[in-house]
């Protein structure tokens, strides 16, 4: 699992982030996103935190993934 | 072993530095190559984003050496990342495998991506394609395989990022069509 920069984070916690498709989450993962509007063929980016329990963050991406990561690291 | 007992070789896509430099360039190109250069290559990017994105975690649809892609992210991002810049570094580095063996990170740019296809071509049931926008690629190719014996051939294709997206069409149709369908919206929307 990629450990972000500890400065970036701010706090000792491994991060990993990566795109998935929404039907091929499972457990926990799965729940989370099922808590928004998302269909099976979305592609959402899943930033898992893990601390002691994983903490799961889902991020819907709208249209094309190049175009939105581009747009995404200027915000 | 009879050809029965032969599993179906996987496609394994290796990529160059040219390939991440038009697929990340922020810029449409003016001029007519370039610009489909550059949708080729996003295309295939987007192609190989959404087939990570199914695929079982540990299996690969595409590689690269720790060369291309850490001078990609150099250049991507320059020497002081922004939090962003570096979570989208992460991001790709999830959806392609970066090679960085002591073996592999001690060649030239160019050479690691040619020993990475001819060791998944020679022990793997992989079938890899260069992915490359140079065209001087192939001839570096064929110097790399005529050092040790000069009639010996290139035995993967090397494919430009348009030649790739043609084969990825043929090769994954459902998955072609969901990438153009999102791409769409790269042109509606700017």
Request: with cysteine; hydrophobic share 40%.
């Given at each position: 699992m990629d450990k972000l920069d500890k400065k970036l984070l701010g706090k000792t916690m491994s991060v990993d982030i990566r795109i998935r498709k929404v039907k091929v989450l499972q457990g926990r993962a799965k729940e989370v996103a099922g808590k928004s509007?998302?269909?099976?063929?979305?592609?959402?980016?899943?930033?898992?935190?893990?601390?002691?329990?994983?903490?799961?963050?889902?991020?819907?991406?709208?249209?094309?993934?190049?175009?939105?990561?581009?747009?995404?690291?200027?915000? | 072993?009879?050809?029965?007992?032969?599993?179906?070789?996987?496609?394994?896509?290796?990529?160059?530095?040219?390939?991440f430099h038009d697929a990340f360039c922020v810029q449409r190109p003016v001029d007519e190559t370039l610009f489909k250069n550059w949708l080729?290559?996003?295309?295939?990017?987007?192609?190989?984003?959404?087939?990570?994105?199914?695929?079982?975690?540990?299996?690969?649809?595409?590689?690269?050496?720790d060369q291309?892609?850490?001078?990609?992210?150099?250049?991507?991002?320059?020497?002081?990342?922004?939090?962003?810049?570096?979570?989208?570094?992460?991001?790709?580095?999830?959806?392609?495998?970066?090679?960085?063996?002591?073996?592999?990170?001690?060649?030239s740019i160019?050479?690691?991506?040619?020993?990475i296809c001819d060791t998944l071509y020679s022990r793997s049931n992989y079938t890899p394609?260069?992915?490359?926008n140079i065209p001087k690629k192939r001839e570096k190719a064929e110097e790399f395989y005529r050092k040790k014996d000069p009639k010996a051939k290139i035995p993967y294709?090397?494919?430009?990022?348009?030649?790739?997206?043609?084969?990825?069409r043929g090769r994954f149709p459902e998955l072609a069509a969901i990438v153009e369908r999102r791409m769409k919206m790269l042109f509606t929307s700017s």
């Amino acid at each position: 699992m990629d450990k972000l920069d500890k400065k970036l984070l701010g706090k000792t916690m491994s991060v990993d982030i990566r795109i998935r498709k929404v039907k091929v989450l499972q457990g926990r993962a799965k729940e989370v996103a099922g808590k928004s509007k998302l269909s099976p063929d979305d592609l959402v980016i899943v930033t898992t935190s893990v601390g002691s329990l994983p903490e799961y963050k889902i991020e819907k991406i709208d249209g094309d993934p190049v175009s939105f990561l581009l747009k995404r690291s200027k915000s | 072993m009879g050809d029965a007992d032969v599993q179906p070789l996987e496609v394994i896509l290796v990529l160059c530095h040219s390939f991440f430099h038009d697929a990340f360039c922020v810029q449409r190109p003016v001029d007519e190559t370039l610009f489909k250069n550059w949708l080729s290559s996003r295309f295939v990017a987007n192609l190989i984003i959404e087939r990570q994105a199914e695929l079982p975690e540990g299996s690969r649809f595409a590689v690269t050496s720790d060369q291309v892609f850490t001078s990609f992210a150099l250049k991507f991002h320059g020497q002081k990342p922004s939090y962003r810049q570096k979570e989208i570094v992460n991001i790709l580095r999830n959806s392609i495998y970066v090679i960085n063996s002591p073996s592999i990170i001690k060649l030239s740019i160019d050479d690691s991506v040619l020993v990475i296809c001819d060791t998944l071509y020679s022990r793997s049931n992989y079938t890899p394609i260069l992915v490359t926008n140079i065209p001087k690629k192939r001839e570096k190719a064929e110097e790399f395989y005529r050092k040790k014996d000069p009639k010996a051939k290139i035995p993967y294709q090397i494919y430009t990022a348009v030649e790739t997206q043609a084969y990825l069409r043929g090769r994954f149709p459902e998955l072609a069509a969901i990438v153009e369908r999102r791409m769409k919206m790269l042109f509606t929307s700017s």
